[in-house]
């Protein structure tokens, strides 16, 4: 039982290149999300699937898309990376409504 | 939206004395406030939660405290050790998902 598990754990782009961040679950939770952690910053929340066919916009939600591809998996794509989207991004699922959130092991994302 | 205040951003204590992390939130709707270690590397863990319906709630060494009226709620460590050493995040959560406060690194020395 792996819990929430991200893909790429590292990586570095190239101001304007694309990427897709993966994150699968096998916990069959409904609620998946998505949240940067920049230093000084805490988590703050970019988006967030509530259910299957579901997504909503957080805090931060500018410059990226999200897809929720089934029960499963909830991916984060950056279309045209910017040096300010370097951070470390978390994925991380809740039991249910006001419950623990589960969390991947992290992306450490790099823009040069 | 819900804000969250965290303080401090830094505490050091030395191993066996108690550590101390408050937190205030400004959404009177919020109903759950959770907290999470993350250690170097990892993720966020849960390690204690509150619900507004109850006014302290402890776990061994942990224990947090909640004023409802106040909108402040705390989380106490006693007897620290080294492997307390870690990020701890408070948030809170109400009809919404969680908002987070932005950290206190606690470094507990040997």
């Known amino acids: 039982n792996a819990g929430v598990t991200q893909t790429p754990k590292f990586q570095v782009l190239k101001t304007g290149q694309s990427m897709t961040l993966q994150c699968a679950q096998d916990m069959n939770h409904n609620s998946m999300y998505w949240y940067r952690q920049d230093p000084g910053m805490g988590l703050r929340l970019i988006y967030y699937?509530?259910?299957?066919?579901?997504?909503d916009k957080g805090e931060v939600p500018n410059g990226y898309n999200v897809s929720r591809l089934n029960k499963r998996e909830f991916s984060l794509r950056l279309e045209s990376a910017a040096p300010s989207q370097t951070s470390v991004y978390f994925c991380?699922?809740?039991?249910?409504?006001?419950?623990?959130?589960?969390f991947g092991q992290g992306t450490r994302l790099t823009v040069v | 939206g819900e804000n969250v205040e965290q303080h401090p951003s830094t505490l050091s204590v030395q191993e066996g004395d108690s550590a101390v992390i408050k937190c205030t939130y400004s959404d009177s709707a919020s109903n759950y406030f959770p907290w999470y270690k993350q250690e170097l590397g990892k993720g966020p863990q849960l390690i204690i939660d509150?619900?507004?319906?109850?006014g302290e709630k402890k776990d061994q060494r942990i224990a947090v405290t909640l004023n409802k009226t106040a909108k402040h709620f705390s989380l106490h460590i006693t007897e620290t050790q080294p492997e307390d050493s870690a990020v701890y995040f408070c948030a809170a959560a109400g009809y919404s998902t969680l908002t987070f406060g932005k950290g206190t690194m606690l470094l507990v020395s040997p």
């Open positions: 699937s509530a259910s299957e066919g579901t997504t």
């Open positions: 991380a699922s809740p039991t249910g409504e006001n419950t623990e959130a589960f």
């Open positions: 509150i619900r507004s319906n109850v």
